[in-house]
Structure formats: structure tokens, C-alpha cells
């Protein structure tokens, strides 16, 4: 019997329900596969506007990050890393997403040949549906628009063999809109940005490599549709509280952007305590990036939050921030000013799964860096396009 692992996602989202005892009930084949066991499972978290000088590791002042703080001294802080001219171009960039048209595979679709089983939480931007461009498992939006709206009533979702076809009596897939009921009505019960963090650490723990799914490792790749950019006033940032920064002598946004960020530095601290609790730290790879750098903020009252080279100028060069950790592999605290970008990261991807290299992928693999062997940018490479100073 197949199960689906995004109906036990959702079912652990909303219910509390693990549903790893009965994961486990439904397999009796323990045989591992070898080959499958040391390829380490990634992670990708894509923030949506989120600057450099956002992070006390990159230099705030105003507020800390310990979590993301903890992340960079566990593994490596980027200064020069880029994206593309906004966030969808970012993420086509990161996936090697082209025409579907030409039939060229993604990332998602080559590590899928590899064995590997892939997520997208959040935010898909790139026209048409992430269920037929490599990933097994969806539950977010399908435009910028929808994403907007920090609670919304609905979240598109993907689960293939979910729900009893009643003619064939056979599971199918339920492809469709699923109700946040806490949001039903106008209520603004459940808070999207830790709805996908929550969605984030129960994706981990159910498809966690082991006997129950023979090693099986796993691509997740999470957009957070936030912090977004200020354009009005304090609704640009809506969270359910501006703890801790109620009686700050602050504009009213600059509170509730530093306690939005202060709740995603939190999820981030989740997702420790879930890869320790299921002994993945050593071969999970986490990257933590922004997919755009904000605007100038509209109230220039606002603007005092972040270094001048945060923003996004008329070519969007500023750089972006870029923590990888992948303990036991990246030698802890280090930070580096080698210059790369979104395009470098599917060849990276690969050759941390052990995967052939294909030429169809701009960029270049960056993973001797990452492992402490500096290697050289090719003068043609991506990385070097806009480059900021």
C-alpha cells in the first residue's frame, strides 16, 4: 500500500497527530538502501524580502536572530551571494526552472530521479502547478497575489493518493483548495508564516529517512512569503503580536517587522530541536536565503532598520543573505565573501547527492567551498553578473 505523506502532513498539522507509529505499521520491508542512506537530505528556506542587515549575524542592532545567529556559527555566512531580478526569477534561478516546454528537468524532477522524494512549501510563482515540475508533495500558493495575505481562508494543496476514488474504490490524488478553518469568515486565527514553519518541521518528520521508507532522503524547499516589502504602513507587516517590541520608540511597521522576524528566527529554532530529536543533524544540509532584498521602505521612518546596501537598487544588486550548516561537512563559523548566486545552487545541490552534473544548469557547483577548498569562479560564471561591490 502507498501512503501519502502529505495527507499525514496535514493531518499532523492540524490534528497534532504524528502518525509515525502507523507509518512504520504499513512497512514490513526493513531492507535498507544503501546507496539512498548516505545521500544527505536538503533544505532550502527562501525568506521573501528578507535583507542581510535583517540578521544580528549580519550586523542588526535593533533585534537579535539567536537561532539563525546559532546557524551561522554552526556553519557559513555568505556576504556576496545573489538572486535574481526578483523572487520569482530567484527561484527559477535556484531550480534551474526553464520552459517546461523544452522538457528540460529541474532540480526537483533530477533529484526525484535520484530517489530522492521532494516538497515545496510556500510560495510557487512560476506558472503552472509544482506537481508536474518535480515535486511530491505541495501545500502553499500559485501566485504572488494569493501569498499576500498572512491569513488566508485557503492554501492549494497537492496529495497524490489521498482520497478513496468512489468508482474505482482506489486512492487518488486531491488536487485543490484546502480550508484554514481558524481563518474561515474573516477570523485571523492561524498566522501563515508559522503555518509553513510548522508545515515545515512535520514535512522532516515524516519523511525522515529510515527503515520505514528505505533511507529514503529528502529535497524540501520552503518559500516564506515574508517579510515582504513596506509599501502602506504598519498592515505591510501583520503579525498576531508586536511582542517583544510593544513599548519600543518605534514607527508601528518597524515593531511588527522586527517581531515578524523574531517569529520566523523562532521556526528556525523548531527546526533544530526536530533534527536533533530525530538524530538528522549530520546529514541534513540546510541553506537559509532570502529570494529578493525589500525596497526602500515608503515610510522613511522605517529605513533605519537596515544598512543603506540592504535595499534593492534598479539592477536589485544588493546582496542577499546566505547561511548554510550542514555539521560534521562545513567547518563551523566561517564567513565568506566568495561571490555566487541562486544559478550556482542546483549544480551544488547535485553534487552534495551525489549526483551526475548536467550541462543544461547555468552556474557551478560550490560544495568544495562549502567543505573548506576554496575553489575559483569561472570569469564567465553567473556568480559574477551585478556583483556588488
Excluded at 48 to 74: E, I, K, M, V, W
Excluded at 349 to 362: C, E, H, N, V
Amino acid at each position: 500500500m502507498k501512503l501519502n505523506r502529505l495527507l499525514l502532513l496535514l493531518v499532523a498539522m492540524f490534528s497534532g497527530l504524528t502518525a509515525r507509529a502507523e507509518l512504520a505499521s504499513l512497512f514490513t520491508n526493513v531492507t535498507a538502501a544503501v546507496a539512498l542512506a548516505d545521500r544527505p537530505s536538503i533544505i532550502v528556506i527562501q525568506c521573501h524580502g528578507l535583507a542581510r542587515g535583517d540578521l544580528s549575524c549580519y550586523g542588526q542592532t535593533n533585534f537579535q536572530t539567536p537561532n539563525l545567529d546559532r546557524l551561522a556559527a554552526d556553519g557559513i555566512r555568505f556576504t556576496h551571494y545573489t538572486g535574481g531580478a526578483d523572487s520569482a526569477a530567484t527561484t527559477a534561478a535556484l531550480l534551474a526552472e526553464k520552459n517546461a516546454a523544452t522538457g528540460e528537468p529541474n532540480l526537483a524532477q533530477r533529484l526525484q530521479q535520484e530517489g530522492y522524494h521532494t516538497g515545496l512549501i510556500g510560495e510557487w510563482s512560476l506558472g503552472g502547478q509544482p506537481w508536474t515540475r518535480g515535486f511530491d508533495e505541495f501545500v502553499g500558493f500559485l501566485d504572488d497575489a494569493e501569498a499576500q495575505n498572512y491569513f488566508p481562508a485557503t492554501l492549494w494543496r497537492y496529495a497524490p493518493d489521498s482520497i478513496i476514488d468512489p468508482v474505482s474504490n482506489r486512492l487518488s490524488a486531491f488536487v485543490g483548495r484546502e480550508m484554514l478553518y481558524p481563518n474561515s469568515g474573516g477570523k485571523k486565527g492561524q498566522y501563515l508564516p508559522e503555518l509553513f514553519v510548522s508545515a515545515m518541521n512535520n514535512f522532516v518528520r515524516v519523511n525522515q529517512p529510515d527503515a520505514a521508507n528505505h533511507y529514503r532522503p529528502f529535497f524540501l524547499l520552503v518559500n516564506l512569503p515574508a517579510p515582504r516589502t513596506a509599501t502602506t504602513g504598519a498592515d505591510d507587516f501583520p503579525v498576531p503580536s508586536d511582542a517583544p517590541f510593544s513599548d519600543q520608540p518605534w514607527p508601528q511597521a518597524a515593531k511588527n517587522r522586527a517581531a515578524l522576524i523574531t517569529r520566523l528566527d523562532g521556526g528556525i529554532g523548531r527546526l533544530f530541536e526536530q533534527l536533533a530529536k530525530l538524530r538528522l543533524t549530520n546529514n541534513v544540509a540546510v541553506f537559509f536565503t532570502s529570494s529578493s532584498a525589500p525596497e526602500k521602505f515608503s515610510d522613511t521612518n522605517l529605513n533605519f532598520l537596515l544598512p543603506a546596501g540592504d535595499f534593492r537598487d534598479e539592477k536589485n544588486s544588493a546582496p542577499l543573505p546566505m547561511i548554510v550548516d550542514w555539521p560534521g561537512k562545513i567547518p563551523a563559523g566561517r564567513a565568506s565573501r566568495l561571490p555566487w548566486s541562486a544559478a550556482d545552487f542546483a549544480p551544488t545541490a547535485l553534487a552534495i547527492a551525489f549526483a551526475k552534473p548536467t550541462d543544461s544548469f547555468a552556474g557551478i557547483s560550490i560544495l568544495p567551498n562549502l567543505i573548506g577548498a576554496p575553489e575559483k569562479i569561472a570569469p564567465d560564471s553567473p556568480s559574477l553578473q551585478n556583483l556588488p561591490p
